[in-house]
């Protein structure tokens, strides 16, 4: 069973940015597409970006151009880092692999984005 351990999340003020890291237990990470989800209350877990084991990067469209997705396979981890946070983007932070299937989730790490 892999494990998924999420940090650095935290409050942020509009404008601000935050460093995600997500670390995966197991030597399966750097065969798999890696992906960066969120929930926020009342609202459906939505996948906000992807990189694929060759290191393609895809986002949803409502954080194109200010998030970036990366992964350091030798540390099996996966980050995100997030620029010109919006109060839209206040969630909690989850990683998984892309699809999700077969994977149990992380605590993950909340983002809270407020003045």
């Known amino acids: 069973q892999v494990q998924l351990v999420e940090s650095g999340g935290g409050l942020v003020q509009p404008g601000g940015s935050l460093r995600l890291s997500c670390a995966a237990s197991g030597s399966i990470f750097s065969t798999n597409a890696m992906g960066w989800y969120r929930q926020a209350p009342g609202v459906q877990r939505e996948v906000v970006a992807v990189?694929?084991?060759?290191?393609?990067?895809n986002y949803a469209d409502s954080v194109k151009g200010r998030f970036t997705i990366s992964r350091d396979n030798a540390r099996n981890t996966v980050y995100l880092q997030m620029n010109s946070l919006k109060p839209e983007d206040t969630a909690v932070y989850y990683c998984n692999k892309v699809p999700p299937s077969g994977w149990g989730w992380g605590q993950g790490t909340q983002v809270t984005v407020s003045s």
């Open positions: 990189i694929s084991s060759g290191g393609r990067t």
